[in-house]
């Protein structure tokens, strides 16, 4: 379940807890929304730290820079063998 269906739980738990004056026999609404919105908050917190453990910070990384030419002749002369 992700943050979306999290925050709906929350939003249920505080409807029914809150919102409404229905009255059921054998079912208690308010402690069903008041429990809606413990699993909401139990959800909220999973994610958020699944999600910070998730994130990693790469350092950037220098390119290596070399002072040779990419392109070597191979002629004999310009590799010191030929001097």
């Given amino acids: 379940m992700g943050l979306g269906g ?12 809150f919102a409404t004056d229905w009255d059921m026999e054998g079912v208690n609404l308010d ?3 008041i429990i809606l919105m413990i699993v909401g908050l139990i959800g909220v917190t999973t994610f958020s730290s699944i999600a910070r ?3 990693v910070v790469v350092p950037p990384t220098t390119p290596v820079v070399s002072d040779e030419a ?6 004999g002369y310009s590799d010191g063998y030929g001097v």
């Fill in 6 to 17: 999290c925050i709906i739980l929350i939003a249920a738990g505080a409807i029914l807890t």
């Fill in 31 to 33: 402690l069903v929304g």
């Fill in 53 to 55: 453990r998730r994130r």
């Fill in 70 to 75: 990419h392109h070597h002749r191979r002629d």
